[in-house]
């Protein structure tokens, strides 16, 4: 049941992925100044909002677990920031992608961009730290701390463009800005690569939870075979 | 004050051989020579990055110091013996949070005159608001390095793990005191604009000063 | 007949999935002395430190003269003497009482009393650096005992004690015992704790599964509690 | 070949878990980090001081590795086991050398390519000589680092003492290193003068190893 | 009589000013068990580590089967038991026994097999980390048994187990003993090692106050030893 639920969101992901590539490629315009690279945006914020989303899951994850104690919610956690590291990272390869095309250099040191590669070696950091605890449920609770303290850099990213003057291009969707700043095609295109993106998230951290509760199941018979 | 006296329980022990500060302070040095060695400091550009190399300094030298917080603790099971006494967590943690504090401020204080001859700087003419931002810089590297420190004190990798999860999350308060130190240092008053930094720094010490007092309980009781 | 001085009802502990403790109840009272037995790994530490507060229970309660052992109240009234000695070596002998009378809000006075009744007056002044086991063990005893606790908290006290050591030890407990303290002492030394204990609780992988007073047969053969009432 | 199998009992407790390989690196790249904000390097200077600023993050990452070098043997008295051992003290060190050597080197040349990106160089077309500037200079490093963790390894100060010996006494190997580096990452080729730097580089390394081999079983046996 | 297969001769040991050892001498022989008595502080660790050459005398020699003890060929012969388990938590149980397989120059398949002989073969690719106190202390003596050492070196080996682990490994050092192996601990738990001596030796603040055979006495009386030969 579980694995069917599963696989039919995994389904729908991989649809309206296919749907949007097709869309993005074949029927959208080429951008007037930067030419088809532009495209890769599709990909680029949609990434890092999922990514967002993914942070944000964790976070309530890591509350729900120190005040529930329940080991399942500290897998939540994990899966969570596992994917979102992964989307995190497809936002920032994209966008060196794209830097290199427009700006001729993988990377420049400004305000977003740095906080970008700040917040994912922050959540590298969390994953660091639950390799080096062994014991399921310290792991657990000193990880959700950190947690807890990692999503301020989160928080601080997302308000980076709004601090200090960047070389990356400002906000541009209508909800941040108020205004509309790109064409409405091109926005709507935005938020379905975005719940694509998210659905795909959303199976992968299924996956990862399943993954999790097998290996408690073997590292449970292997505590009991040492018992013998 | 329950607090004050863990403080000045860890600054004795600390005091008591002075071999952590003497090495802390000779390390502190080491590394400014490092830096002498790596970037040209004869430039008229030194100024520019004088905040900056200070900050990178007091960083690493404070990550040394900070491992130790509540590693201390470890040799004869002290730790279990505080956190059985009547002492809280929050209690404990803030005190060994100011000791730290202490020790660190004071390496810096003694590392500014030594810089300021390395690197040919004057500091004595905006002393004291240099020293507030010390203190604030300070504050939050201990705060976060004293709460990271609870949190990594029973893995092996301790010396490993602490900076490279302290570094990324300082990086705002370090940014921020690196700025302001530098404005200062090139003989400029802080204004304007750059209230942001200041701003921000003070917003990093309270929040996770908040944070941290909340949460150390759960760390320490497992 | 007097309140409890310890209760324990129900406590479980995981350490992920794998049961540290199983529904694990007993009570203690004034004056009585627990001896804790049970094999490598069957849960004994785990259980004197849920006692003590450094780790809490997963599902049960530990009411400590009816506090939780996590109120600063009932913290108060414990004394733990557990494997490490919990004092800083770089410290002086009196260094060190004074900063633990100082946490328990005792005179130092008292500090120095405990000193002599270790018979370590003559170095109070030396750092614990340079002491012998056996003064290092006396002085954690002195530490322990400094703000006369109501419940006593010992895990293997007598681990890698030579005979004297021992033996003040036993005499500071039955002292205490005397006085109506309560002791709870995990030990694998079994002659040297049935002298002092009034009970004895087995503790199977988790489960406790005997606890009640000592008799004379317990004291005459220490394998006795293991062959009768173990499992395994 | 004994301090082979010393050798590759080392990695494989290091690359079990992988903890502290990617501890390691991580920490390099945090350290990148933290010196693009001391340092503008969005600049034209960043190739002069490229090489500088390379062997200092080697540096710092390699202070934290070496220490755990004999440190590793600790928690179980593992170190005593192998002093008992046939194994000779040249041979433990020999072999832990190698194990830190494999290890620091592998972290650098991980760290290359990202150096590269971030602070937009080019080190491809000179990469063989590049590579061969690192594994002298790491050599350098690690065997004094070997040494000095085997002379510290007993001390409660640990963390902090290492670095504050290692680093002096490693500033002619360092120095070369970076000149060295800088150069080729500039785009040139060694040649004329700067040869002298290399000749330093092995010399250090040569110098050191036979010293560190013929003192180190001193050092072990108390 | 066969030539000594340990040899202690006119041993001192300084820490700073302070006299550990002070002239001991001693030999044992193959099949030879030494128990060595002594109070905390008495110097017992600081002479075994001298025997297993992790330390050296200040003055005097010591021999291991005529050689010193910092040669490889005498450390080849040599197993050490300490405190610590000597073995690796991140490691596996037979990475474990093969690193020192090889350290030793012996065959893998002898690894193997001290895993079955100390009941660990069906965890032996479970890290050791996962291991309860009974399973890490079976594979220590594993491995300081491995390459068949002639003589072994145990620093309270019965620490801290309980009576099944203690029982294991007094039937191992039995069967060692049996097979012409020499034998020498330092213990305080006098009962568990007088079962095993065939000597015992006393030592009171650095110097040996007593070497001989174990009589009937000691083993009906443990506290006999310190009685009759102690001076303190
Ligand atoms: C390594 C390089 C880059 C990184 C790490 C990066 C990172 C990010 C991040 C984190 C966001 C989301 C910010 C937010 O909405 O709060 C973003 C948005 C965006 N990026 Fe990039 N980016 C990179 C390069 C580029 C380049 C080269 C371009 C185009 C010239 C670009 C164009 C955009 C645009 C248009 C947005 C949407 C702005 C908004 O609505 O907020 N990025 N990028
Ligand atoms: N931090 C931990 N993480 C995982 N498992 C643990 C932890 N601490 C203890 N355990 C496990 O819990 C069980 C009980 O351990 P505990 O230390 O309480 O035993 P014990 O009765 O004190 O044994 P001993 O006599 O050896 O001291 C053991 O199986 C142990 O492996
Ligand atoms: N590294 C050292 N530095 C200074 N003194 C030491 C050192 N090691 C041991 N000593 C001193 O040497 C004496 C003998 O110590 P040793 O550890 O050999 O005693 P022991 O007989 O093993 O005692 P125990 O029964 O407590 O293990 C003690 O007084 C101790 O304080
Ligand atoms: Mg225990
Ligand atoms: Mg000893």
């Known amino acids: 049941m579980e694995k069917n639920i599963r696989i039919g969101i995994g389904a729908l992901a991989g649809l309206l992925l296919l749907r949007n590539l097709y869309v993005i490629l074949f029927n959208l315009p080429d951008e007037m100044d930067q030419g088809p690279i532009y495209r890769i945006f599709f990909y680029h914020l949609p990434a890092y909002f999922t990514a967002m989303c993914c942070y944000l899951a964790a976070l309530a994850a890591s509350v729900l677990y120190l005040t529930k104690r329940d080991l399942r919610y500290d897998a939540v956690a994990m899966a969570a920031t596992e994917v979102g590291l992964a989307f995190a990272a497809v936002n920032l390869i994209t966008g060196m992608i794209w830097g290199r095309v427009i700006w001729g250099i993988w990377w420049a040191w400004d305000a977003r961009l740095t906080w970008a590669l700040i917040c994912w070696l922050v959540y590298f950091g969390y994953l660091m730290l639950r390799q080096a605890i062994d014991d399921p449920s310290e792991r657990a609770k000193n990880s959700a701390v950190l947690s807890i303290f990692s999503f301020v850099s989160v928080a601080i990213t997302y308000k980076a463009i709004e601090w200090w003057r960047t070389q990356h291009p400002g906000p541009v969707l209508s909800f941040r800005t108020g205004k509309q700043l790109i064409d409405p095609g091109m926005e709507r295109m935005l938020y379905a690569n975005f719940l694509a993106l998210l659905l795909l998230a959303i199976v992968m951290v299924t996956v990862r939870l399943h993954q999790e509760t097998l290996q408690r199941q073997i590292d449970g018979l292997r505590r009991r075979a040492h018992a013998l | 004050m329950i607090f004050l006296q863990v403080a ?43 905040g900056g190399l200070l900050w990178l300094v007091f960083a690493f030298a404070g990550a040394l110091i900070l491992n130790r ?83 990594t004190v029973n893995l092996s990798l301790r010396e490993l793990m602490l900076p490279m999860l302290l570094y990324p999350m300082l ?51 497992r | 007949m007097s309140a409890p001085v310890l209760a324990v009802e129900h406590v479980y502990k995981y350490f992920g999935d794998y049961p540290a403790l199983r529904d694990v109840s007993f009570s203690l009272r004034g004056g009585e002395c627990l001896a804790l037995l049970g094999r490598n790994g069957a ?103 400094l703000h006369d606790p109501s419940l006593l908290i010992l895990d293997e006290p007598f681990t890698a004690l030579d005979d004297r050591a021992i033996a003040l030890l036993q005499t500071l407990l039955a002292e205490a015992k005397a006085a109506g303290r309560t002791i709870i002492m995990s030990t ?32 005459m053969d220490p394998g006795y509690v293991y062959r009768t009432f173990g499992a395994v």
């Open chain 2, 8 to 50: 000045l329980k860890d600054l004795r022990s600390e005091l008591r051989t002075k071999e952590s500060l003497n090495a802390s302070l000779s390390f502190a040095v080491v590394i400014l020579l490092l830096f002498s060695f790596a970037f040209d400091p004869s430039g008229e550009a030194v100024a520019e990055f004088s």
């Open chain 2, 69 to 151: 917080s509540f590693a201390r603790e470890l040799p004869n099971d002290c730790l279990e013996v505080l956190l059985a006494s009547p002492v809280s967590g929050a209690q404990l943690f803030l005190g060994k949070s100011i000791a730290s504090f202490v020790l660190l401020l004071g390496i810096e204080l003694l590392c500014l005159p030594i810089f300021g001859i390395f690197y040919n700087l004057t500091w004595t003419p905006r002393f004291l608001p240099l020293l507030g931002i010390f203190v604030l810089g300070t504050w939050g590297l201990t705060i976060l390095g004293t709460l990271f420190s609870a949190l």
């Open chain 2, 171 to 221: 990086i705002p308060a370090l940014m921020a005191a690196m700025r302001l130190t530098t404005i200062l240092l090139s003989g400029n008053d802080i204004g304007g604009d750059d209230l942001v930094w200041l701003r921000l720094l003070v917003g990093f010490d309270v929040v996770f000063t908040t944070l941290a007092l909340a949460l150390v309980e759960t760390i320490l009781v």
């Open chain 3, 43 to 145: 849960g004994k530490t785990t259980l004197l430190k849920i006692l003590a507060g450094l780790s809490g229970a997963a599902q049960g309660h530990v009411k400590l003269f009816g506090d939780s052992p996590r109120h600063a109240a009932a913290r108060r009234r414990i004394g733990l003497l557990g494997h490490g000695i919990g004092v800083y070596d770089e410290l002086t002998a009196i260094e060190n009482l004074t900063i633990f009378a100082q946490l328990y809000g005792v005179s130092k006075a008292v500090a120095r009393e405990w000193l002599e009744r270790t018979q370590l007056a003559h170095v109070a002044d030396s750092p614990v650096r340079e002491f012998s086991r056996g003064m290092r063990q006396r002085l954690a005893v002195a530490r322990a005992f």
């Open chain 3, 188 to 219: 694998h030394q079994l002659r040297e704790a049935m002298e002092l204990a009034s009970h004895v609780a087995l503790i199977e992988r988790g489960k406790l599964v005997h606890f009640g007073p000592r008799t004379p047969e317990m004291l």
